[in-house]
């Protein structure tokens, strides 16, 4: 049966209920249910800006039109095959996007398939046709030196490294958000293209029609959210390690690139500067002034960050609390213990719970923001649990198999709402993972704990791309990678400086890791705390590695305005700093398939050197006219050519004469 309720299409046939409508421009969100009603969830997406639609109803079909996007919903084929409602994608020319699969794909044809499982609920399967040369981008972000993502299986789950954010823009001209926070996989298979969700009571996705995958990406961020506009100190270099471990050796850091007149806008103090995990404070044995500390980094320019984790260890002050308030994650069976590290074991805060965000955010304002830390790093956002066995976690809101990909984006939302309420218009918090919409609460998302290896290298510049495309604009890394880097080791110091060089384009400069060798460290007690990696500072690696490295801060100083418009874009648009070259020149098939290079913004193409030893690099440049950032050299686009790649530079592009005032400034430093 076929009905219209408004600007709603609802279509009932074989227990099953579907909701076609409107969700802004060019777009559609469907949601469907087996022997229910539909349940009006906002997870990620905002509330629709209102567009006029056409709907047209039959006896067995019936259609939506929304701007250039088309849904026709129609009883499958006769015969065993004529039990549910089949879904047709069009764009405004009439052609096919997508649509469900039929027997032409599979002899039992069920598109959209709910499995009863214990505790009522459903494993929802939602499967659609597969077709010849489409390509996927975005996702988020994943540990693969793949930009196209047509041929993979994703899981839908967040990691430690992996943040599973579920947009794919399609090179057939859709984008499709999988509008579902359960763990569960999506595979782009060649024979089809199948969405999983463990553990659902609904299927819930939206689509939206563009001409290009600039319209479908920013039109996708409209309806999550924009990010905020990054403040100043967002658009510099940024320094970080694991860990420091005292006051004065934070201020001493601070003082050495003062010295050095080496601009710098965050100093950021890692893990275990708290007396127990939980405690969300300063240890006064080694931080005894932090509002002294933090004045005097402001007045040397700089803005202090702190790491904040949701482990919640056994002996720390607020566990009990914490506990009898129900204010933790609970394990559904075995030890009430989430992550063991270091010395303690520990529970989660539950992220999800609104009390837990109000509880934590009291403990942070006391403790950090009344000192003058405004700047946060969300640690451990997957949450990094000791053992990934996702059915074993239950959160306020329900089974972790049910929504626990929500977890990092209310971990976002903490911050931004608290920071608001101080008065910060555009918060800021570098943070682990993320899901759809944690760009409205101003996440920073960094890839994890990498490794220090060139294979690692290269991946990143895949998962920037794609943690662009899938709507999360502000991204960055630990430079030089987080585990293994050996400051004494020469092999390390080459792929520290060509990461580096890459990092001076990336939309967030941020140097990290956890260098070696290590120093052990005890209180005045006697006992062991965590130990501290090797300096990890631009002099820490000889007087030719911080020449190197200072010359390529001061590119991004000279940058600087340029980067300062492209957050504005992004805040304006959602437009991704880091942009793949299809994104600029969707018109130019070579563009789709080049993974090694990118846009910085639409000025800007930058080839990173990704092998030891590489002297020189092949870039492929799309028509144009292109300008040799560091040679003045111009060359036409359209083909791909060698560039030396000498360690002191990289191969980096203007386009179309644009900034020609950078190349001598370049030459100069």
Same mark, same amino acid.
């Given at each position: 049966?076929?009905?219209?309720?408004?600007?709603?299409?609802?279509?009932?046939?074989?227990?099953?209920?579907?909701?076609?409508?409107?969700?802004?421009?060019?777009?559609?969100?469907?949601?469907?249910?087996?022997?229910?009603?539909?349940?009006?969830?906002?997870?990620?997406?905002?509330?629709?800006?209102?567009?006029?639609?056409?709907?047209?109803?039959?006896?067995?079909?019936?259609?939506?039109?929304?701007?250039?996007?088309?849904?026709?919903?129609?009883?499958?084929?006769?015969?065993?095959?004529?039990?549910?409602?089949?879904?047709?994608?069009?764009?405004?020319?009439?052609?096919?996007?997508?649509?469900?699969?039929?027997?032409?794909?599979?002899?039992?044809?069920?598109?959209?398939?709910?499995?009863?499982?214990?505790?009522?609920?459903?494993?929802?399967?939602?499967?659609?046709?597969?077709?010849?040369?489409?390509?996927?981008?975005?996702?988020?972000?994943?540990?693969?030196?793949?930009?196209?993502?047509?041929?993979?299986?994703?899981?839908?789950?967040?990691?430690?490294?992996?943040?599973?954010?579920?947009?794919?823009?399609?090179?057939?001209?859709?984008?499709?958000?999988?509008?579902?926070?359960?763990?569960?996989?999506?595979?782009?298979?060649?024979?089809?293209?199948?969405?999983?969700?463990?553990?659902?009571?609904?299927?819930?996705?939206?689509?939206?029609?563009?001409?290009?995958?600039?319209?479908?990406?920013?039109?996708?961020?409209?309806?999550?959210?924009?990010?905020?506009?990054?403040?100043?100190?967002?658009?510099?270099?940024?320094?970080?390690?694991?860990?420091?471990?005292?006051?004065?050796?934070?201020?001493?850091?601070?003082?050495?690139?003062?010295?050095?007149?080496?601009?710098?806008?965050?100093?950021?103090?890692?893990?275990?500067?708290?007396?127990?995990?939980?405690?969300?404070?300063?240890?006064?044995?080694?931080?005894?002034?932090? *509002? $002294? =500390?933090?004045?005097? %980094? /402001?007045?040397?320019?700089? #803005?202090?960050?702190?790491?904040?984790? +949701?482990?919640? @260890? &056994?002996?720390?002050?607020?566990?009990?609390?914490?506990?009898?308030?129900?204010?933790?994650?609970?394990?559904? *069976? $075995? =030890?009430?213990?989430? %992550? /063991?590290?270091?010395?303690? #074991?520990?529970?989660?805060?539950?992220? +999800?719970?609104? @009390? &837990?965000?109000?509880?934590?955010?009291?403990?942070?304002?006391?403790?950090?923001?009344?000192?003058?830390?405004?700047?946060?790093?969300?640690?451990?956002?997957?949450?990094?649990?000791?053992?990934?066995?996702?059915?074993?976690?239950?959160?306020?809101?329900?089974?972790?198999?049910?929504?626990?990909?929500?977890?990092?984006?209310?971990?976002?939302?903490?911050?931004?709402?608290?920071?608001?309420?101080?008065?910060?218009?555009?918060?800021?918090?570098?943070?682990?993972?993320?899901?759809?919409?944690?760009?409205?609460?101003?996440?920073?998302?960094?890839?994890?704990?990498?490794?220090?290896?060139?294979?690692?290298?290269?991946?990143?510049?895949?998962?920037?791309?794609?943690?662009?495309?899938?709507?999360?604009?502000?991204?960055?890394?630990?430079?030089?990678?987080?585990?293994?880097?050996?400051?004494?080791?020469?092999?390390?110091?080459?792929?520290?400086?060509?990461?580096?060089?890459?990092?001076?384009?990336?939309?967030?400069?941020?140097?990290?890791?956890?260098?070696?060798?290590?120093?052990?460290?005890?209180?005045?007690?006697?006992?062991?705390?965590?130990?501290?990696?090797?300096?990890?500072?631009?002099?820490?690696?000889?007087?030719?590695?911080?020449?190197?490295?200072?010359?390529?801060?001061?590119?991004?100083?000279?940058?600087?305005?340029?980067?300062?418009?492209?957050?504005?874009?992004?805040?304006?648009?959602?437009?991704?700093?880091?942009?793949?070259?299809?994104?600029?020149?969707?018109?130019?098939?070579?563009?789709?398939?080049?993974?090694?290079?990118?846009?910085?913004?639409?000025?800007?193409?930058?080839?990173?050197?990704?092998?030891?030893?590489?002297?020189?690099?092949?870039?492929?440049?799309?028509?144009?006219?292109?300008?040799?950032?560091?040679?003045?050299?111009?060359?036409?686009?359209?083909?791909?050519?060698?560039?030396?790649?000498?360690?002191?530079?990289?191969?980096?592009?203007?386009?179309?004469?644009?900034?020609?005032?950078?190349?001598?400034?370049?030459?100069?430093?």
């Amino acid at each position: 049966m076929v009905t219209q309720e408004q600007n709603k299409l609802i279509w009932r046939t074989s227990g099953e209920t579907m909701v076609v409508e409107p969700w802004g421009p060019n777009a559609l969100r469907v949601r469907s249910v087996m022997m229910g009603e539909i349940e009006d969830t906002d997870y990620a997406l905002l509330p629709p800006e209102k567009t006029a639609c056409t709907i047209e109803t039959g006896r067995d079909r019936a259609s939506i039109t929304n701007g250039k996007l088309t849904a026709v919903v129609e009883l499958a084929s006769s015969g065993w095959f004529r039990d549910h409602g089949k879904l047709t994608f069009y764009n405004q020319k009439g052609e096919i996007l997508f649509e469900d699969i039929d027997q032409r794909d599979m002899p039992s044809p069920r598109p959209r398939h709910f499995q009863p499982v214990a505790g009522g609920e459903t494993r929802l399967t939602c499967s659609f046709r597969a077709y010849e040369g489409e390509r996927f981008y975005g996702m988020g972000q994943y540990q693969l030196e793949k930009l196209d993502l047509k041929g993979c299986v994703l899981e839908l789950a967040q990691q430690n490294t992996q943040a599973s954010v579920p947009f794919a823009v399609s090179s057939r001209g859709y984008g499709f958000f999988w509008h579902n926070p359960a763990v569960g996989r999506v595979v782009f298979g060649e024979n089809r293209t199948v969405w999983t969700a463990e553990s659902a009571r609904q299927c819930d996705f939206w689509v939206v029609a563009g001409d290009t995958p600039a319209e479908i990406q920013q039109s996708y961020v409209r309806a999550t959210g924009l990010p905020p506009m990054m403040p100043e100190y967002g658009l510099g270099f940024w320094q970080c390690k694991a860990r420091y471990w005292t006051q004065e050796q934070v201020l001493e850091v601070a003082r050495g690139y003062r010295e050095r007149g080496v601009p710098l806008d965050v100093l950021v103090i890692d893990f275990f500067h708290w007396p127990r995990m939980g405690d969300f404070r300063f240890d006064p044995e080694f931080f005894p002034d932090p *509002q $002294g =500390m933090a004045q005097e %980094l /402001r007045a040397m320019g700089i #803005e202090p960050m702190v790491s904040v984790w +949701t482990p919640i @260890d &056994t002996r720390s002050e607020n566990f009990e609390e914490m506990r009898d308030r129900n204010l933790l994650v609970h394990v559904e *069976q $075995g =030890m009430q213990i989430t %992550l /063991r590290f270091f010395d303690g #074991e520990t529970i989660y805060a539950d992220m +999800t719970n609104p @009390d &837990t965000r109000a509880y934590v955010w009291e403990k942070l304002r006391q403790n950090y923001v009344q000192n003058g830390i405004h700047l946060f790093w969300l640690d451990e956002a997957e949450p990094g649990y000791m053992v990934y066995d996702y059915g074993n976690y239950r959160y306020h809101l329900g089974p972790a198999l049910r929504v626990g990909n929500l977890y990092p984006q209310l971990y976002a939302r903490m911050i931004a709402d608290g920071m608001r309420a101080e008065g910060e218009e555009n918060p800021v918090s570098l943070v682990r993972c993320a899901w759809a919409g944690s760009q409205r609460y101003g996440a920073l998302v960094w890839s994890g704990d990498i490794a220090s290896t060139w294979e690692s290298f290269r991946r990143q510049i895949c998962a920037g791309m794609n943690m662009g495309m899938a709507g999360i604009p502000w991204w960055t890394t630990d430079i030089g990678g987080f585990h293994s880097g050996d400051i004494r080791d020469p092999a390390f110091h080459e792929l520290l400086l060509r990461w580096f060089q890459w990092g001076t384009f990336c939309p967030v400069m941020r140097l990290h890791g956890a260098r070696l060798p290590k120093t052990d460290h005890v209180n005045k007690a006697g006992q062991p705390i965590l130990d501290e990696g090797a300096p990890n500072e631009i002099w820490s690696y000889g007087l030719e590695m911080e020449a190197l490295l200072t010359k390529f801060i001061r590119i991004r100083e000279l940058i600087r305005p340029y980067v300062r418009a492209l957050m504005r874009t992004a805040h304006e648009t959602g437009a991704p700093l880091l942009r793949p070259l299809f994104y600029e020149f969707p018109e130019d098939a070579q563009a789709w398939t080049c993974k090694d290079e990118f846009l910085f913004g639409p000025d800007l193409l930058v080839a990173p050197v990704l092998e030891p030893g590489e002297g020189e690099r092949r870039v492929y440049l799309p028509e144009g006219s292109w300008t040799h950032l560091f040679t003045g050299e111009t060359v036409e686009g359209g083909c791909c050519r060698a560039f030396p790649a000498p360690h002191t530079e990289i191969p980096v592009f203007l386009r179309d004469g644009r900034h020609a005032e950078w190349v001598d400034a370049v030459q100069r430093l």
